[in-house]
């Protein structure tokens, strides 16, 4: 079977099986938003504060303090600080970094299936509403009695896959333009929290070695 004969089958077909096509990925996309939705909701933290609160207990060597929240990704960020402390600058730094890439892997987890469904799901209403009019014209030759008032209900039906494309892009798009943001702003919080707390242990270190010296 050749590739017309193929496009000729789908549109014998209509384009019926695209809208349930677009409902799974509409309840898949849904899915996946409550999901992160659910994800940023446990692990919200006030990272302005914890930063601050977080140096100043490292500063004085409170090590129980500056890990005592790890409900979110700055939190945990000073837990690992105080686990890796020991190790030295350089090895910190690196530690900080693993972490960090860590929970940015983990904050965009799904967001690449929903970018694709939010970008492709228009096009797939679109070939739903094409395979529609290949049909409404394939029945307009089967049956001239019926005149263009057939033509225009069939091609009234194959736009709906095309306005159900675009409603369930919506969501989609707006979710993970917001999930983006989101992690950005966490990401640019770990990186401070980071670049403070190396700095910190530089200066721990400095002072030690003056010490010893």
């Not at 900080?96 to 690449?112: I, K, P, T």
Request: hydrophobic share 50%.
């Amino acid at each position: 079977m050749n590739p017309t004969q193929v496009i000729k089958a789908l549109g014998n077909s209509g384009g019926d099986w695209v809208l349930y096509l677009l409902l799974y990925i509409s309840i898949f996309s849904v899915t996946l938003i409550l999901e992160r939705v659910a994800y940023f909701w446990f692990n919200r933290e006030p990272a302005s504060r914890l930063i601050g609160d977080g140096v100043a207990a490292l500063a004085r060597g409170d090590f129980g303090a500056a890990a005592q929240d790890t409900r979110g990704p700055v939190g945990r960020m000073f837990k690992v600080a105080t686990d890796a402390w020991a190790l030295g600058p350089q090895r910190l730094h690196a530690t900080l970094l693993a972490h960090r890439l860590q929970e940015r892997s983990a904050a965009e987890r799904g967001l690449v299936f929903l970018g694709t469904l939010g970008n492709n799901s228009p096009f797939i209403g679109l070939f739903g509403t094409v395979l529609g009019i290949i049909k409404a014209f394939q029945d307009l030759g089967l049956s001239s009695s019926q005149g263009p008032a057939a033509v225009m209900t069939g091609l009234s039906s194959a736009l709906v896959a095309t306005a159900v494309g675009i409603l369930v892009a919506i969501p989609a798009v707006i979710a993970y333009n917001l999930c983006q943001r989101h992690i950005r702003v966490v990401d640019y919080r770990l990186e401070e929290a980071a670049e403070a707390i190396c700095a910190l242990a530089q200066a721990d270190t400095r002072e030690a070695a003056h010490a010893r010296g």
